[in-house]
């Protein structure tokens, strides 16, 4: 590349990771896809006040709850009868929401959003409702933000080629040689935080809701499958401020799961080690996406982005 138009890239900005829908597909503010139900709410505190949280982009989160008295069982709770009381909320929280049972999605809840004039670009749903109706696998839709982050190396996979062959009497061979391609890729994520939300995310587990107890997960607990949005700065060439950059390269991580790797205990700095497995992706069309999807950014896109706000 010459030089006056090359990018440099450098560093790990930001990182924010959500878990996946339930079918396993990335929620965006038109398709949150959460549970089939029925969906056991007997062990709510008030079956009346069922707690939930609404956050659109970078404004404020919105604390309402959700009546759900009229279900003919708290213990369960149909789809159908968790849409209605849904759509009570949004409505009087003015909300542009809309909850519904899809067919399309093998009769799973969906909440999408109904604003056509300035459409979100992100819409998390979160809290004791969600989490029972199995948004976000469980963990609600939420994003798990980081700036701590230390590092974030990624190793490709590859199937290999190969070279079959048969041979004749005449000990003349027929070949074929196949191509290689990318299954998905292994990383290693380092941040010098200890984050239990993100653990809870990455490896599974069953963390309170004051984020001061975390209990292991066992061989029954169900693994989380997530997806990650990475930023990183770009400098052109030359000698810089740290500020003096020209950009931003936002990286789709479209679908991992992970573990916490080996931890030490002694004096120094304790950096909390996880090992992800990202692979190939395939969406709610069926339509088959790489692993990773990269962006440029100018400043001012990144900066309109609210990385760590959303």
């Known amino acids: 590349m010459i030089r006056t138009s090359a990018r440099y890239g450098f560093g790990l900005e930001a990182v924010r990771i959500q878990p996946l829908n339930d079918d396993l597909t990335i929620p965006v503010p038109a398709r949150i896809i959460g549970g089939a139900g029925p969906f056991d709410f007997s062990g709510v505190e008030d079956i009346s006040a069922v707690d939930i949280t609404v956050k659109l982009d970078n404004e404020d989160a919105e604390d309402l709850t959700v009546d759900l008295s009229g279900a003919v069982s708290d213990a369960a709770v149909t789809v159908a009868e968790l849409v209605l009381a849904l759509d009570v909320t949004f409505g009087a929280a003015a909300l542009e929401l809309d909850a519904s049972l899809s067919v399309t999605d093998d009769d799973r809840l969906k909440i999408e959003t109904t604003d056509t004039d ?81 653990r809870a995310v990455i490896e599974g587990g ?58 030490s205990l002694e004096r120094a700095w304790a950096n909390w080690v996880y090992n992800i497995t990202g692979t190939t992706y395939t969406d709610e069309d069926g339509d088959l996406l790489g692993a990773i999807n990269e962006e440029k950014l100018t400043v001012s896109a990144y900066t309109a982005l609210h990385v760590l706000t959303v």
Not at 120 to 134: K, L, N, R, T
Not at 142 to 160: E, M
Not at 162 to 185: M, P, S, V, W
Not at 225 to 242: K, Q, T, W
Request: one cysteine or more.
């Open 118 to 198: 300035t459409i979100p670009d992100y819409v998390q749903i979160y809290g004791e409702c969600a989490e029972i109706a199995m948004l976000g696998q469980g963990l609600g839709a939420l994003f798990q933000k980081l700036d701590t982050g230390q590092s974030f190396a990624i190793t490709p996979v590859r199937k290999d080629s190969e070279q079959i062959t048969t041979t004749d009497a005449k000990g003349r061979d027929t070949e074929i040689n196949t191509d290689d391609y990318l299954k998905g890729f292994t990383a290693v994520l380092t941040d010098t935080a200890q984050d239990w939300a993100l």
């Open 206 to 263: 069953t963390l309170n809701d004051a984020e001061t107890d975390f209990e292991f997960p066992t061989s029954e607990s169900a693994r989380i499958y997530f997806f990650a949005e990475l930023f990183y700065a770009e400098y052109s060439s030359g000698e810089h401020l740290e500020s003096d950059l020209v950009g931003y390269v936002k990286m789709l991580l479209r679908t991992m799961r992970g573990t916490l790797s080996d931890r």
